[in-house]
């Protein structure tokens, strides 16, 4: 092999490897974002089942005030 050669060749595995170094870092990215966006919406989804259950709690609170108040058969 001649050192022209070899010296192509390490020039194409250098640029191959910057190429998969950066992909692999545009995955890492949006991994993370990914990661973000599902910690944002289990926060959102715990407060959504807190209002469900606060609202739950206030209805059963008044239906209960409803069957105290009404005539005992």
């Known amino acids: 092999m001649s050192f022209s ?42 407060a959504d089942r807190r209002e469900i259950y606060e609202r739950l709690n206030d209805h059963g609170n008044r239906i209960t005030v409803l069957e105290y108040k009404s005539p005992q058969g």
């Open 5 to 46: 050669g070899f010296t192509r060749r390490t020039s194409e595995s250098r640029e191959a490897v910057i190429r998969l170094t950066a992909g692999v870092e545009s995955i890492a990215t949006k991994l993370e974002d990914l990661h973000q966006d599902m910690k944002a919406e289990k926060v959102q989804a715990t």
